[in-house]
């Protein structure tokens, strides 16, 4: 079984394969002040829930975002697995990156755009929503042009907080009516739904640079909030970064 782990800034995702397929995914929250041990206890609580990992992963292939805690998490993941590979220079993925600086583009987008030049229709449009909602914009032949970078569901509502004293706390559930009729609706119809028309609307904008139709891609760990609010129809994937890091694995596997 292969491992893939994916470090973001609000969760990290993991999973593993075998035969190619996906057999299980989890996630555990990121905390920037849990130790290496700490992090190691955690999956294995998870290994342990999906019953893998008892003899051993064969690899492992990480992709970060939180730099901070690159190192920590290998080393974590080093009592599972002797070596762990992390994307980033010298790791081959196959994609064609034609943005100006390809060494600052998040690995959380490459991995995306991995497994959707591979398995969804091109040219396309990738909706990562994370901490930021960002998006990837491939072109027929699978070439990364660009990107775009927006503010995300849960950093809207931190930066309302911060910025405002009488906010009460919400759940991640749009109202029936957009109309909010107190100011829990209130704040849950402009997080939930102003969010969905954000993305409907950067895709209108995105698909009319790329100058034709295209097929949109929703994934990340808020993106199950957002598609029943949206209007232009999505693929929904939460796997999308892991299968991404699986496929870039085979490929330096073989090479």
């Known amino acids: 079984m292969v491992l893939t782990v994916a470090v973001r800034n609000s969760e990290i995702r993991f999973g593993g394969f075998t035969g190619g397929q996906i057999r299980f995914a989890a996630a555990i929250a990121t905390d920037h002040r849990m130790t290496a041990y700490q992090y190691m206890s955690a999956f294995s609580q998870a290994f342990s829930l999906f019953d893998a990992g008892k003899n051993g992963f064969s690899g492992a ?13 290998c080393q974590a993941l080093r009592h599972f697995v002797p070596q762990v590979t992390v994307v980033g220079p010298g790791v081959r993925t196959g994609l064609n990156i034609k943005v ?8 959380d987008l490459v991995t995306d755009c991995v497994c959707a030049v591979r398995e969804y229709p091109l040219p396309c449009v990738i909706f990562d929503l994370e ?46 009516s957009p109309i909010g009729i107190n100011t829990d609706e209130a704040l849950r119809s ?14 209108a904008r ?4 790329l100058g034709k139709a295209c097929s949109f891609l929703l994934t990340g760990p ?34």
């Open 206 to 209: 995105l698909s009319e640079g």
């Open 100 to 107: 100006h600086n390809a060494l600052g583009l998040g690995t």
């Open 190 to 203: 402009g997080l939930l739904y102003g969010m969905a028309s954000m993305v409907d609307g950067m895709a």
């Open 222 to 255: 808020y993106a199950e909030h957002i598609l029943p609010n949206c209007r232009q129809e999505y693929r929904y994937d939460p796997d999308l970064s892991l299968k991404g890091l699986h496929y870039i694995y085979l490929k330096n596997l073989r090479q």
């Open 131 to 176: 901490a930021a909602t960002a998006a990837a914009v491939l072109d027929d032949a699978g070439n990364l042009l660009g990107t775009s970078i927006m503010p995300g569901l849960m950093t809207s509502l931190y930066g309302l907080r911060h910025e405002t004293a009488l906010l009460p706390e919400v759940r991640l559930q749009a109202p029936d």
């Open 61 to 73: 292939i990480l992709s970060s975002v939180v730099p901070l805690l690159t190192d920590r998490i």
